[in-house]
């Protein structure tokens, strides 16, 4: 049974670095052939996949924020953490660590239970 837990600051300001971890138990993040991937809906908007790394450490990104975004990995803590520089506004929303099949949000099966992020000044 794998569980999943994001953490980290519910504000950030504009232009900094916003910066989540996620925590998961029950499974191993570099021996479970996933997509441990970040998910986020801002409010009034529809689920938005942002970017996954796998059990080889390959990352893949949506291409409206891989110039933005950056995941990597904590294999001592079971960790898995996002970066979303430049942050404006629009950044705010929801963000969800997930575990899937593939990008598709259809295969996304387990999930954190998501936190609020704020960008305000």
């Known amino acids: 049974q794998v569980q999943l837990q994001e953490s980290g600051p519910g504000l950030v300001k504009p232009s900094q670095t916003l910066s989540l971890t996620c925590t998961v138990s029950?499974?191993?993040?570099?021996?479970?052939?996933?997509?441990w991937s970040w998910i986020r809906q801002p409010p009034g908007k529809g689920l938005e996949w942002m970017g996954a790394i796998r059990d080889s450490a390959s990352t893949y990104y949506s291409p409206s924020l891989k110039s933005r975004t950056s995941i990597s990995r904590d294999t001592s803590k079971n960790q898995f953490t996002l970066q979303l520089t430049s942050v404006t506004p629009e950044d705010t929303a929801v963000y969800y660590c997930a575990r899937g099949g593939s990008w598709w949000l259809a295969d996304f099966a387990s999930w954190g239970q998501g936190t609020q992020v704020t960008v305000s000044s």
């Open positions: 029950g499974d191993s993040i570099i021996t479970s052939s996933y997509y």
